[in-house]
């Protein structure tokens, strides 16, 4: 088992900058894919990032190329999403997910997933 918490959800206007974190604990070695989903109020959950464990390949939503970098740690231990550039839209619960095997993709089921941080962005 894995549990993932997250952090740093906040308030900040448009054109303001945020970073997330997630902590991971338990069974994190396990882990060989880690990524960011957001839920906007009324709208479906979306992935936002993805990101390797093993090279540290990384993969963003259209949305945000340009203005969000993921990384992790090399222990894996700390998943971290830096936003900038931030827009009204990107306004969301944030959540954290992650998966063991080999395959890592926006498209597919992740395993564990952590309870959330809230992001608001104001015009």
């Known amino acids: 088992q894995v549990q993932l918490v997250e952090s740093g959800g906040d308030s900040v206007q448009a054109g303001g900058s945020l970073r997330l974190s997630c902590a991971a604990s338990?069974?994190?070695?396990?882990?060989?894919?880690m990524a960011w989903f957001r839920q906007a109020p009324g709208t479906e959950r979306e992935a936002v990032a993805t990101?390797?464990?093993?090279?540290?390949?990384?993969r963003y939503a259209d949305s945000v190329k340009g203005r969000f970098t993921i990384s992790q740690d090399n222990a894996k231990k700390t998943l971290s999403l830096q936003m900038n550039s931030l827009k009204p839209e990107d306004t969301a619960v944030y959540y954290c997910a992650a998966r063991p095997g080999t395959v890592c993709s926006m498209k597919i089921d992740f395993t564990y997933w952590g309870q959330g941080t809230q992001v608001t962005v104001s015009s």
């Open positions: 338990g069974d994190a070695d396990s882990v060989n894919c």
């Open positions: 990101i390797r464990s093993g090279d540290g390949y990384a």
